[in-house]
T-cell receptor
Framework: GAVVSQHPSRVICKSGTSVKIECRSLDFQATTMFWYRQFPKQSLMLMATSNEGSKATYEQGVEKDKFLINHASLTLSTLTVTSAHPEDSSFYIC???????????FGNGTRLTVT | AQSVSQHNHHVILSEAASLELGCNYSYGGTVNLFWYVQYPGQHLQLLLKYFSGDPLVKGIKGFEAEFIKSKFSFNLRKPSVQWSDTAEYFCAVNAGRDDKIIFGKGTRLHILP
């Protein structure tokens, strides 16, 4: 079945540094990728929708200059958390779909800890 | 705007008990509905989905969900739960031309052995 690979699974960084998270679709072309953030004991929060070759669409309240999303190819999207702060510590999950209304395939998530 | 409500945040059941997790959504038009499950330490997996047709949808691992349009609901059910069903369950809705899928807050299910 379709697989979405997300890397790294865990990252610890110092406050003020930037972190890049990669999301790859391994056996299908992901025309659309989504980035979610999961706060402890809360739901997944959609951060942005990324379509290959175009600018990402950010949800209200998500800082586009802080969370840079690049969807350069049909199999790769990256999320860069710039100038990370401790409040950015969270679990980030990407998902992808190949076309239309097909279900999402999820990556394993990335646990980001900013010290 | 679309929204999804899961009323039960934390459910504790004994093995063999029956399960029903509530999910309501707000959108007046055509919807696609999903239930996802996240087992401890694992990533999200699709349990079942509804696009059209029979409103009673059967998924993996003995789960089913019923779409009741008049109630804007898509409740998840399982007649007899197992300890291995301990997980977090998310209801999600995709509606209209919007490409987004919106998730509910999730229900943490704990099955006592």
């Amino acid at each position: 079945g379709a697989v979405v690979s997300q890397h790294p699974s865990r990252v610890i960084c110092k406050s003020g540094t930037s972190v890049k998270i990669e999301c790859r679709s391994l056996d299908f072309q992901a025309t659309t990728m989504f980035w979610y953030r999961q706060f402890p004991k809360q739901s997944l929060m959609l951060m942005a929708t990324s379509n290959e070759g175009s600018k990402a669409t950010y949800e209200q309240g998500v800082e586009k200059d802080k969370f840079l999303i690049n969807h350069a190819s049909l199999t790769l999207s990256t999320l860069t958390v710039t100038s990370a702060h401790p409040e950015d510590s969270s679990f980030y999950i990407c998902s992808a779909r190949d076309q239309g209304m097909s279900p999402l395939h999820f990556g394993n998530g990335t646990r980001l800890t900013v010290t | 705007a679309q929204s999804v409500s899961q009323h039960n945040h934390h459910v504790i059941l004994s093995e063999a008990a029956s399960l029903e997790l509530g999910c309501n959504y707000s959108y007046g038009g055509t919807v696609n509905l999903f239930w996802y499950v996240q087992y401890p330490g694992q990533h999200l997996q699709l349990l079942l989905k509804y696009f059209s047709g029979d409103p009673l949808v059967k998924g993996i691992k003995g789960f089913e969900a019923e779409f009741i349009k008049s109630k804007f609901s898509f409740n998840l059910r399982k007649p007899s739960v197992q300890w291995s069903d301990t997980a977090e369950y998310f209801c999600a809705v995709n509606a209209g031309r919007d490409d987004k899928i919106i998730f509910g807050k999730g229900t943490r299910l704990h099955i006592l052995p």
